[in-house]
């Protein structure tokens, strides 16, 4: 079975502009988390979705957002770029299950904003 | 607030050696500890996890342990190879959402 894929891999954008990054989960998967990942911070929680709705959402500024698909399929937004958003932006996906609550990663979008 | 807090940030261990770290939370509603293990350039992986109903789950080479009572929880690497040299994450999660902690880089000395 596929991982968890993101595209694209590397992006260099510079202030201001906005930025999508997409995710495609494990199949079957239909949770979708989104995770920011900088030197200074760690690995920091941004939202997660479920059926196409958002069901938790981190402590990040309205700036970020994002979206599910009828797939499952995941992609979020960053508008008006900050340097301070150049980061790792990792994406997760889990059975949704009580008992299944594991998240697989991917292997993440490398942001840098000039 | 870091909800997860881990130590030591690093640590260095011969070949052979066990490596252990250690992971501490305060929000009573987590109810999934999992480890990850992340290589530069790559998402982290999961390496590891136990749900608080449960003092010790081993896999391998791993080995986590869990006091509920003192809200800690560890992870054991025994016999550590160079392989294992990589940056360990423990997290605790509630409602599908992870905290993790600062993480711990492991450096395996041949």
């Known amino acids: 079975k596929a991982g968890v894929t993101q595209t694209p891999r590397y992006l260099i954008k510079t202030r201001g502009q906005q930025v999508t990054l997409s995710c495609s989960p494990i199949s079957g998967h239909r949770s979708v988390s989104w995770y920011q990942q900088t030197p200074g911070q760690g690995l920091q929680f941004l939202f997660e979705y479920f059926s196409e709705t958002q069901r938790n959402k981190g402590n990040f500024p309205g700036r970020f957002s994002g979206r599910q698909f009828s797939n499952s399929r995941s992609e979020m937004n960053v508008s008006t770029l900050e340097l301070g958003d150049s980061a790792l932006y990792l994406c997760?996906?889990?059975?949704?299950?009580?008992?299944?609550?594991?998240?697989?990663f991917g292997p993440g979008t490398r942001l840098l904003v000039l | 607030q870091q909800q997860v807090k881990q130590s030591p940030q690093s640590l260095i261990v011969q070949k052979g050696g066990i490596s252990i770290i250690n992971c501490a939370y305060e929000n009573t509603a987590f109810d999934y500890f999992p480890w990850y293990q992340q290589f530069p350039g790559k998402g982290p992986a999961l390496l590891i996890a136990i749900r608080p109903d449960v003092s010790e789950k081993k896999e391998g080479r791993f080995t986590i342990s869990f006091n509920k009572s003192a809200k800690q929880f560890s992870l054991h690497i025994m016999d550590s190879q160079p392989g294992d040299s990589a940056t360990y994450f423990c997290a605790a999660s509630d409602d599908y959402k992870l905290s993790f902690g600062a993480g711990t880089t492991v450096t395996v000395r041949a």
């Open positions: 997760a996906s889990s059975l949704d299950h009580p008992t299944a609550k594991t998240q697989y």
